[in-house]
């Protein structure tokens, strides 16, 4: 059963720093873009930032300059590190990997969320 599992959410004081974590499993053949996205209450889901297979990113203009995002390809894991932290930046953090697996060629899978929650 191919599976994305996110870590690394929790509470944070405003100006403070997080990293979020997102290991996929199962038979996975390959791995090709792999993003965050976020859902705070009361709104859609949005792009954070999406790394491709060989390492180029792009990032939402509200996180750029705060938030980093990286993978390693051997461990079939994206991280994103989250400095410099706003109560806007509280939601649910989701991470999106496009895959082929034993079952489906290039489709996107979704991990359950991490909580982010960072106070004023």
């Known amino acids: 059963q191919v599976q994305l599992v996110e870590s690394g959410g929790g509470l944070v004081q405003a100006g403070g720093s997080l990293r979020l974590s997102c290991a996929a499993s199962g038979r996975i053949f390959s791995i090709n873009a792999m993003g965050w996205y976020r859902q705070a209450p009361g709104k859609q889901r949005e792009l954070v930032a999406v790394i491709t297979r060989g390492g180029s990113a792009n990032y939402a203009s509200s996180v750029k300059g705060r938030f980093s995002i990286s993978r390693d390809n051997a461990k079939n894991t994206v991280y994103l590190q989250m400095n410099s932290l706003k109560p806007e930046d509280t939601a649910v953090y989701y991470c999106?990997?496009?895959?082929?697996?034993?079952?489906?060629?290039?489709?996107?899978?979704w991990g359950k969320g991490t909580l982010v929650t960072v106070s004023s």
């Open positions: 999106n990997a496009e895959m082929t697996t034993s079952d489906y060629y290039g489709m996107p899978y």
